[in-house]
């Protein structure tokens, strides 16, 4: 069974800067996962940031941005505002039309 | 502008049976994959079950494989999920969402419905 590992809690100060990841219990991420990034706040439906790795979904501003660190797939979000305070999805394709979710990152603002 | 709009949630009982359907609108619905993805109450995200555009190729998670039936109507622009066996823990909101360019369902959601909850219980 896959395992896809996110940081369960992250704090940023206001204006800061913060790179939250996305990696796989056994394995590398790279570019033929199609990592995605979803923002969601409580009690709304999910909103896309982030697909194929690096490609801003439409009317996302360039605060956020994706990429493969290391052996990790990364959101950074700068510039920190307060309603960025979220919880944070990534999602990988493993291959066979499976994809599988991260467990989220719930991202404070402080 | 691209609309999801998720229908047919409800509550059933164990063992019962629903048929979500998820219209869409605003693109050229039978160029992309469309997926399911649940929400359990307080949980996570979940990936449920994608399909082609073409209809052709369907994939479930191993919680739903053989339970759930994904299919979709390109001539109606609509999605459907047939839930079958239903338990306790498929208790959730079901949400649908979009390939964001492909027609092979690989690289990711977007956008997303408003979901439609599903309870089940007795």
């Known amino acids: 069974q896959t395992v896809v590992t996110q940081e369960p809690s992250f704090s940023v100060s206001p204006g800061g800067a913060v790179t939250l990841t996305c990696g796989l219990a056994?394995?590398?991420?790279?570019?033929?996962?199609?990592p995605s990034w979803y923002q969601q706040t409580p009690g709304q439906a999910p909103r896309t940031l982030i697909y194929?790795?690096?490609t801003r979904s439409s009317g996302v501003p360039d605060r956020f941005s994706g990429s493969i660190l290391g052996n990790k797939a990364a959101l950074t979000i700068t510039g920190a505002q307060a309603d960025d305070e979220s919880d944070y999805y990534c999602?990988?394709?493993?291959?066979?039309?499976?994809?599988?979710f991260g467990g989220g990152t719930k991202l404070t603002v402080l | 502008e691209v609309q999801l709009l998720e229908s047919g949630g409800g509550l059933v009982q164990p063992g019962g049976s629903l048929r979500l359907s998820c219209a869409a609108s605003g693109f050229t619905f039978s160029s992309y994959a469309m997926s399911w993805v649940r929400q359990a109450p307080g949980k996570g995200l979940e990936w449920v079950s994608s399909i082609s555009s073409s209809g052709g190729s369907a994939y479930y998670s191993d919680s739903v494989k053989g339970r759930f039936t994904i299919s979709r109507d390109n001539s109606k622009s609509t999605l459907y999920l047939q839930m079958n066996s239903l338990r306790a823990e498929d208790t959730a909101l079901f949400f649908c969402?979009?390939?964001?360019?492909?027609?092979?369902?690989?690289?990711?959601?977007?956008?997303w419905g408003l979901g439609t909850l599903v309870t089940v219980s007795s």
């Open positions: 056994s394995g590398s991420v790279s570019t033929s996962h199609y």
């Open positions: 969402a979009k390939d964001p360019i492909s027609a092979a369902a690989k690289r990711g959601f977007d956008p």
């Open positions: 999602v990988l394709y493993m291959g066979s039309g499976i994809s599988v």
């Open positions: 194929t790795t690096n």
